[in-house]
Each structure stands twice: as C-alpha cells, then as structure tokens.
C-alpha cells in the first residue's frame, strides 16, 4: 500500500505506486504511528525540494517525529507546488535559485525566510493552491513553468508544451484559458537564469 506523500503541481500529496526523482518537505505533517498525513498539509513556511540521496544516510519514510518525506515528479513540478531548493543539501543550487530570485525579482541579500514568505503568500490562497493569471503569452513562459488548464497541468519547455502525470510527460496542447501554477516569483527566477531539472520522459519527448 504506498504512502500518501507524492505531490502534484497544485500542491496536493496523493497516494501512488509511482516513484519520483526529488524528494522535500513542509515540516512535519504526519503520524509516525500510522505513517498516515495529519489534516494539515504544512507545518512551515519553508517548503523545500531536496536530493533523494545525501552522504549515504537513509531514512524509513514517515516513521519518526521528524519532517515528512515528501516526493515529486521533478524539479519543476515541486516549483509548481511552490517549493524551493534546500540550502542544507542542495547548496549550490539553492545559491544559483536565490541569485536568480533576487535578480529577476529586483531585491538583493535575501534572506531563505523573506523568500519563504513571498512564496508563501504566492502558493497559497485560503488554504487551497493558488493560481495566477499568465504574465505574458503562453509560448513566451520561461522553460520549467508550469500552468494548469482544465484540470489538468502543463510544462512549459523548450517551446513546447507537455501535459503531467505521475508517470511522466507527454506531449499535448494546453486548452484555453490557462493559469499559472508556478509562484510569479519563481517564474522570474527562471527569466533570469534558473532552469529546473525535468524528469527524463520530458527530454525523451522533447528529443
């Protein structure tokens, strides 16, 4: 029976037997009894993304008073949700992500907790995901952003446009009207530069 610890771009975490390439965290949101999801669905406003393997330690999922093991597609899905890189293990990648906030965002000497709480106030909204009239025309996204349009959710990469799943991606037309799901803030972090790590099916489709 797999845990209910994967996450989707709108942010929900779901039950599947499907596996993903990042793992992360909100704090701590379960039950190390029952391995089973508290009602709340974060802790902290620091969600991060983190790297499946660090120095060889392993942990069993969801069975301490610890954070909760979370997991996504890729990179760009947990972006969507609205998480971040860690600065613990993954340092370079946090520092490239928070130069590029700051640059395509217009600040300098951020601090990770005046980033969260932009991020907060961008990937929530009562509660619920929040979602964000597109900044310019769809085809113009940066590579990495991700939208939502009946239902379903869209990458934006390399000029093309590639519906999710668990699975992986596929290629397919995004209907009309869409929103964005990536944090408006985060998506000027990839004008600037930053570009998030895609699961391989995006780089088979895209060729």
Request: net charge positive.
């Amino acid at each position: 029976m797999p845990l209910q610890n994967r996450v989707t771009p709108t942010g929900d975490i779901v039950a599947t037997d499907h596996r993903g390439t990042f793992t992360g965290n909100r704090g701590i949101i379960h039950d190390p009894a029952t391995r089973t999801l508290l009602n709340k669905r974060w802790s902290s406003p620091a969600w991060l993304t983190c790297v499946c393997e660090f120095r060889g330690r392993r942990r069993e999922v969801m069975s301490r008073q610890s954070w909760t093991e979370l997991f996504f597609l890729d990179e760009a899905t947990a972006f969507a949700a609205g998480h971040r890189p860690c600065f613990y293990c993954r340092r370079d990648d946090a520092k490239q992500f928070r130069s590029c906030w700051e640059q395509g965002n217009g600040v300098s000497d951020l601090s990770a907790k005046a980033m969260d709480a932009v991020l907060h106030a961008e990937r929530l909204d009562r509660g619920k995901k929040r979602l964000h009239p597109l900044p310019m025309r769809l085809r113009d996204l940066p590579d990495g952003t991700m939208v939502q349009a009946s239902g379903e959710s869209y990458l934006v990469a390399d000029g093309a446009t590639l519906r999710w799943s668990f699975a992986g991606y596929s290629r397919a037309d995004v209907p009309e009207p869409a929103m964005l799901l990536t944090p408006p803030s985060t998506l000027r972090a990839f004008q600037a530069g930053y570009r998030p790590v895609l699961h391989p099916s995006a780089m088979a489709v895209l060729g």
